[in-house]
Structures are given as C-alpha cells and as structure tokens.
C-alpha cells in the first residue's frame, strides 16, 4: 500500500468518532473465539459421525478439515491484528504500527477467499450425496463446483500475491509498480477488489443455499428432511445476513479509505464478521450430518430400556399381602395373576412384570 492510495491518510478527521462495539478488543475475541470453538466442535463430531459410526467419509469431510484449518489460520489472524492495531484508527498507529497492522491484514485477507470458497464445495459436495445421478440438481451442483473453485483459486491467489515482491504490500516505502486487486496503488481499483469478492461471495451464497430447494419442496421428502433442510436454510440466511453487511460496510468506507484511510478502524468489523461468518458457515455444514446421530443418543438416555424381572408368587398369609401383590403386579401388566382367597393355596406360578431403567 504506498503511493496515491496514501495521500488520503488524514484526508479527513475521524478521530472522534463514538467507537463501534466491535471495534473493542474484548469483543473482536469473544466473537471470534467462541464462534471459532463451536465451529470445531461441530466439525469434530461431524468427522466423528462420517469416520467411526456411518463410516462413508468423502469429498465433503476433506473440504470440511481444509476449510476448518484456513478458519482457524483466519480467527488466529484476527485476535492477533487487535494487538497491531486492529480497532484503533491508522492514523495514531505510526508508521512501524501501520506495516505491523498491514502484515497481520495481509494474513486475514488471504486466508479468508481460501476459507470461504472451501466450504462452500464442502456443502456442495454433500449435495452431491443426496442427488441421484442424472438429473437436473446434480448437474447444477457440479457446474456450481467449478465455478466456486476457480473463483476461489482466483480471488485467493490475488489475495497472497497481491504484489511483486509480495513484502511491498506491507513495506510503505516500496516503490514498485508490480501491482494489483488488492495491493494496487489506486484506491478505486483497490476498494473495487474487496467489493467484488464480497458481492461475488453473497451470489455464490445464496446460489449453493438455494440448490437444495427443490429437494425440500419434494413430495416424498419425509417431515425430518424437511425440517433438517428449513435448519439448513435457516442457517444459511445468516451466513448470507452477514455476508451482506460485510458488503455494505465495505462499499460505504471504500474498503476502509473513504472519507479518510484508515483501514485498521474501518476494516475491523467486516474482518470479525468474515471470521464468524465462515465458522458459522463450517457449523451449517457440519451439523446436519452429526445431528441425528447426536439427537438418537441424547434420545436412548432417556428411552425406557426393559428388563425381565421373574418373580414366583407363594401363597400369601393374608388377604392384605395378596392385594398388594396383585397391585404390583397390575401396575405394568393388564394380566393378573390368579389369587387366591379365603387360605386356600393356589398353585405356584410365574408372572413377568417389564421395568423401567433410565
């Protein structure tokens, strides 16, 4: 970042601005941190489910792991940028604050187009599971697949070589030419980068969320798929809610260079919000595929296991034990046994009674 896109540094005075709440330290990390953890806890027990109990892993659960790993590469990224500067305005920084700033964005920036395009093939390659061969859903899921991945070969590798040599995006004093998207000198080229992938990435969104509508809309779609879809769909709202206003934060600061630059002040929600949107992006994925697993244990914990219990009823003393035996005995089966009255003895004989063990 040097040249023209500089002189806009103090271009306006922002300083007193009220500070967003997610311009705080403690809540860049409470977000991210607890988005994170439920993210991999979701994305263990789906590898658990696919690996050790269904045990059909496949192209999805790879994309899954990839995906999980670039998230944490981006969580790990953004925790550390609030000690560079992230939150605080660029201006109060100075210059070895802002390159520190610059270095721990250029990691966020390029892990977060590698993270969001892998799980969306991971979803999309669950789909894939789901459609027979040969029809319409299908074939709209493979050219899907495609289209996600060069996008996000694309967009990541402008992402991690920005520039030429890759040290100039950081070095403010660089003078190199070699440059574009996302390193470039114009501030026009550069805030149209961020708003491309984003915008792209909204689209992509809502194309791979709506795929499976036609499945839910089926007939013979049985209620627990549909309501497992409606938990996908729903989920999926949200990821497409924060993408959009990722979208809408980035295109009003010009990706943080209007009406002054100050990235580390004006980039700092859109970079949380990248981080939770991806981790709950993993967690839509993962859990329709551990859930049922995980909610027919929880069930079993509570089903009433039975048991066989064989008891000899012996001739009773009084008519006072023999109600009682006989009460207990009704009390899980419609059949009594036969008793006796009066000190006649009947015969010896077995009953069976099923108790319930939690």
């Known amino acids: 970042m040097g040249g023209s896109i500089l002189e806009l540094l103090g271009k ?12 705080q330290r403690p809540a860049v990390l409470a977000m991210v941190v607890s988005f994170l953890l439920v993210a991999w806890i979701c994305g263990a027990f789906r590898l658990y489910v696919r ?20 998230s944490l590469l981006l969580s790990i990224a953004t925790c550390v940028a609030t ?46 599971r789901m459609f027979e061969r ?53 501030p026009i080229i550069f805030a149209k980068s961020f708003e491309s992938h984003v915008g792209m990435n909204v689209a992509l969104d809502l ?4 795929i499976p509508i036609p499945l839910f809309l089926e007939a013979g779609t049985r209620t627990k798929s549909r309501l497992g879809l409606l938990g996908l769909f729903t989920m999926g709202v949200l990821v497409n809610v924060l993408g959009i206003f990722r979208l809408i934060g980035i295109s009003h600061s010009r990706a ?18 990248a981080a939770v949107e991806i981790n709950l992006a993993t967690i839509c994925a993962s859990l329709p595929v551990f859930w049922p697993t995980l909610q027919s244990s929880i069930g079993q914990i509570f089903i009433t296991k039975e048991i066989e219990i064989t008891s000899e009823i012996r001739r009773l003393s009084s008519i006072r034990d023999e109600e009682a035996t006989a009460e207990l005995c009704d009390f899980s089966s419609p059949q009594k046994p036969s008793k006796t009255y009066g000190g006649v003895e009947g015969p010896s004989h077995q009953t069976e009674r099923k108790v319930p063990i939690f």
């Open 134 to 186: 040969n029809t319409k859903s299908r074939f709209v899921t493979i050219v899907v697949i495609y289209i996600t991945a060069l996008w996000g070969v694309a967009y990541s590798f402008i992402a991690w070589i920005p520039c030429l040599p890759v040290s100039a995006f950081w070095d403010l004093a660089s003078t190199t030419d070699t440059r574009w998207a996302f390193g470039s000198r114009d």
């Open 256 to 273: 943080g260079t209007y009406p002054t630059l100050d990235p580390s002040w004006y980039g700092c929600v859109p970079i949380v919000l």
């Open 83 to 128: 000690d560079y500067g992230l939150g605080k305005h660029f201006l109060l920084l100075g210059v070895n604050g802002m390159q520190s700033f610059i270095k721990a964005f250029y990691v966020c920036n390029g892990a977060y187009p590698m993270a969001t395009a892998l799980i969306k093939l991971a979803l999309l390659f669950q789909y894939l």
């Open 12 to 23: 306006a005075d922002n300083l007193k601005d009220p500070v967003p709440v997610l311009n």
């Open 51 to 70: 690996l050790f109990i269904a045990r059909c892993p496949g192209w999805d659960d790879f994309f899954v792991v990839l995906s999980l790993l670039t």
């Open 207 to 210: 194309i791979v969320f709506a």
